[in-house]
């Protein structure tokens, strides 16, 4: 690989520009508004108000969603799910898991799913 590649994928992942471009990506899918670019200038102030600490981050799931993905998870009530399905599930919703560090014994709660997702 090139140097200037190598330079312009560090960039990128410094960045978090791809994490940021699939997470709009998917508020498009999931809105699907008639004016699409006018969408995007909105979610991206929104993205710079909530890094700012000015106003709220636009998140793709409510409470609702990620109580009931958590309870699909949690399929026998047991009020916590594992570290692999926590993997498993921040995978499916295109969250990075390079930095999750949990050992295999840690159980999960719905608040730390809530907070952490």
Do not use: C, W
């Not at 690989?1 to 471009?21: C, F, K, N, T, V």
């Not at 916590?80 to 499916?92: M, S, V």
């Amino acid at each position: 690989m090139a140097a200037g590649e190598q330079q312009g994928r560090d960039y990128l992942q410094r960045h978090r520009i791809p994490e940021l471009l699939q997470h709009l990506g998917a508020l498009l899918l999931y809105h699907r508004p008639e004016r699409p670019r006018e969408f995007l200038i909105q979610a991206l102030g929104r993205v710079k108000a909530g890094k700012r600490a000015e106003g709220e981050y636009p998140y793709l799931m409510d409470e609702a969603n990620l109580a009931a993905m958590f309870e699909l998870l949690d399929v026998v009530g047991q009020g916590h799910i594992t570290p692999a399905q926590y993997r498993e599930a921040l995978k499916t919703l295109g969250l990075s898991t390079e930095d999750l560090q949990l050992g295999d014994d840690v159980n999960i709660t719905l608040d730390v799913f809530k907070e952490e997702v």
